[in-house]
């Protein structure tokens, strides 16, 4: 199976392409060898990079570096996620280490885009959790009681306050936390890539197909070459678990999503030229659905259990067609076709939502699984692996430490059962929110 690169994503096709894009085509040798080209490697490699200005290291991907799920995603930088399950005192404390993680992910990006003085069209607008259904209150007076303990700021809106905001009147309650970032995806990882430094060698298109630790060394194949490396990092999230990594704690999920042409500006006058927003849904499988800064609109409404390497372009189709519906439901006075491009991409779950970040072996480090929250907690983790792996340790890391650690996952075909069956019962919860 080859992971494969594609054009279809709107933030992705933004960018100006790259040049000198290099493969690997010869045998080689290093120090430190990253496997992952998203945030979370091109964060560990910019890191290692400062802790061992003479090392060599290498940094591989499969595709075009930063075009996987860092390059695609909807571009919400959280502070706060609803769905994680809090109601006792034993959840709020896990709840609140797992913001206390979000928030050490957003210092690293903010401390990433000043240090580099970063154009990610960065929007520090909060973010709406909200439903169409009267039904939903209940899950957001139990979030809002959550984010009174753990002293959040937020409000709770109703159908008018959000058609303001909004410019749709589909939602009927909705809760606005003041904290979370809107940001172009595709830029943040772009500079990531831009700023590596000259002991970084990044070599394109390069699928690693199987690696063996041999005493002091991990030699890794892959299609023609080999890299041989005295540590390796994987950071490939969605990917972990297809090069074996903590096999039996996670798993991958495939997301959907599209995005809108710009709207003209009599489009946009119809919806009362809103200022840029980002909702995410009350129930899980409900859409996320984001008014982006130049006035287009982006939908991501799906999660399934899919082959992970490929999405076949009527497969694309399909999902475009529900995500159509999902915009016209919102918003009923715009065209019908304006959908411009949909695209899917990789996500890694744990079975209790907490994220990998751990020696696997002696020189063998991964760090990964964010649960579709990885702009931010990516970019820490990246960075963090890098210290850890150096045998070093940080107040960051300390804090990664007290989460909760991935459980473990029934064995296949249970496992695969399982998930499906969970998603199906979840779409069903927000058939009206899709
Ligand atoms: C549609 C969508 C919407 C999302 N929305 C949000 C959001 O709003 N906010 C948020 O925080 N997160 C969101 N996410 C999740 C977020 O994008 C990821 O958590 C984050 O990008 C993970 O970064 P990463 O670097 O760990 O992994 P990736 O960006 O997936 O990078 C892993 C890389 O590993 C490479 N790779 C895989 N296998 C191999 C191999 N064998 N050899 C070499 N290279 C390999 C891949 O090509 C890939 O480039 C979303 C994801 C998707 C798909």
Redesign the pocket.
């Known amino acids: 199976m080859k ?1 494969i690169n594609d054009k279809n994503c709107s933030w992705i096709n933004d960018l100006i392409p790259r040049k000198n894009i290099k493969i690997i085509k010869k045998n080689k040798e290093c120090e430190w060898l990253i ?8 964060s560990a490699a910019r890191k290692l990079s400062e802790l061992h200005p003479n090392q060599k290291i290498i940094i ?4 075009l ?14 502070d706060t996620t609803l769905n994680d399950g809090f109601t006792s005192n034993k959840e709020l404390s896990n709840y609140k280490k797992k913001t206390d993680i979000y928030q050490l992910g957003i210092n690293a990006v903010k401390k990433f885009i000043k240090e580099h003085q970063v154009d990610c069209d960065w929007n520090e607008s909060g973010k709406y959790f909200a439903s169409s259904n009267q039904k939903d209150k209940k899950i957001l007076e139990n979030f809002s009681n959550t984010l009174t303990k753990l002293n959040f700021d937020y409000n709770v809106l109703g159908k008018d306050e959000l058609e303001k905001k909004l410019g749709t009147s589909f939602y009927n309650i909705g809760l606005y936390t003041k904290g979370g970032i809107l940001l172009h ?1 595709g830029k943040l ?1 772009r500079a990531m890539i831009d700023i590596l430094s000259d002991n970084i060698e990044l070599l394109e298109n ?4 199987e690696w063996v630790k041999n005493k002091d060394t991990i030699i890794c194949n892959f299609n023609n070459h080999k890299i041989t490396t005295k540590k390796i990092i994987f ?5 972990l678990k ?2 074996g990594i903590k096999n039996n704690y996670n798993f991958p999920l495939t ?3 599209s995005m809108t042409r710009q709207l003209t500006d009599t489009e946009f006058k119809s919806i009362g030229e809103p200022k840029e927003w980002g909702v995410l849904p009350v129930r899980p499988m409900g859409a ?1 659905i984001r008014m982006t800064k130049d006035k287009r609109i982006l939908i ?1 409404n799906t999660a399934e259990v899919h082959n992970p390497f490929q999405m076949s372009k009527s497969d694309l189709n399909k999902r475009s067609l529900n995500q159509k519906l999902g915009i016209k439901k919102r918003f009923p006075a715009l065209p019908n076709d304006i959908i411009e491009s949909t ?6 779950r744990t079975r209790n939502s907490s994220q990998i970040f751990e020696k696997i072996d002696d020189n063998v480090f991964a ?2 699984c ?1 649960n ?7 970019t820490l983790f ?1 960075e963090q692996i890098a210290i850890r792996a150096s045998m070093e340790n940080s107040q960051e890391i300390n804090i990664i430490e007290k989460r909760k650690k991935p459980t473990f996952l029934p064995p296949q075909p249970f496992l695969y059962l399982g998930v499906k069956a969970r998603l199906m019962f979840e779409r069903f919860k927000a058939k009206n929110e899709i």
């Open positions: 992971v496997v992952g080209a998203g945030y979370t490697g091109l591989v991907d499969a595709q570096a930063g075009e996987g799920a860092s390059g695609r995603n909807s571009g919400y930088l959280v995806p990882v390069s699928q690693l197909n950071c490939t999230n969605g990917f297809s090069l997301l959907t999503a996320t991501r695209w899917s991409g990789i996500v890694s760090a990964g964010y579709g929250s990885g702009i931010g907690v990516g990246g």
